[in-house]
């Protein structure tokens, strides 16, 4: 029987985060509280993506999901807007190679028709290009909303029964879940939200019905792959009954 290594036998014992979830909250007041532009805050927050990336495969991280841009955020004024989405271009260019070199599947998730049609191309060039790696399942949420997916979905749902495709006894929660954005996708077993609010931000409401939760006052720009580490090793010690009784 072959032995175990050192990092198993140190391994904590109770449930693993392996599907995170975080809503990088922050990014604007980190920036004025510096009296920069808020822009300035969401360039160091894309930079700050690239570290706790790196640091997810080494802390058993197998998906991680972030929230980049919600259907709300394009009430922001029209220069954050722009700047928004010029830096997702950019980060996905700037980040295609050294992605794909660690092995990390980049996918998104959200609405896609309003989104520039230059973006969308990229989006689509890099979803094909790290399609076949296994390291990392990254998943970036962009003109994502909670309500607008389900949305979606039961629209799919209900016209998969009117076309005669799905027999309306078999549309129940597993149908549903089949129409999401993340039907490929574990639920995640964790979700961080950094900057101190604790609310949700219709944020994969189907999904994270029985994730863990932690909130971090950590502005995004200062949150860290300690504390990401720090976090994750608290999970393992709760208790996970998805409803039901403690043994």
């Given amino acids: 029987m072959a032995s175990k290594d050192a990092s198993d036998a140190a391994r904590p014992l109770g449930p693993r985060a392996e599907h995170v979830a975080i809503i990088m909250d922050g990014n604007g007041r980190w920036a004025t509280s510096r009296g920069w532009p808020r822009l300035v805050g969401h360039r160091r927050g894309a930079e700050r993506v690239r570290e706790i990336v790196q640091a997810c495969p080494g802390l058993g991280i197998r998906w991680l999901t972030i929230y980049a841009f919600s259907t709300e955020n394009w009430k922001r004024s029209t220069e954050e807007v722009i700047g928004l989405m010029t830096l997702f271009g950019r980060y996905i260019e700037s980040e295609a190679e050294r992605l794909s070199a660690q092995g990390v599947r ?24 790290t399609a076949g790696n296994t390291l990392l399942n990254l998943t970036v949420a962009i003109n994502y909303g909670g309500r607008d997916e389900l949305a979606r979905a039961a629209a799919r749902l209900a016209g998969d029964v009117a076309a005669g495709r799905l027999a309306l006894e078999d549309a129940g929660e ?5 129409r999401l954005d993340t039907a490929d996708l574990p639920d995640p077993d964790l979700v961080i939200r950094t900057s101190g609010e604790t609310r949700t931000s219709n944020f994969l409401p189907w999904q994270a019905a029985y994730a863990e939760y932690e909130f971090t006052p950590t502005l995004w720009p200062d949150f860290t792959r300690d504390e990401l580490a720090a976090i994750v090793a608290r999970f393992t010690g709760r208790e996970r009954r998805f409803g039901g009784a403690k043994a």
Avoid at 106 to 129: Q, S
Avoid at 174 to 178: P, V, Y
């Fill in 106 to 129: 980049l996918r998104f998730i959200g609405g896609r028709a309003r989104l520039e049609p230059r973006l969308r191309e990229l989006m689509a060039a890099i979803e094909a290009r």
């Fill in 174 to 178: 597993a149908a549903l879940a089949a």
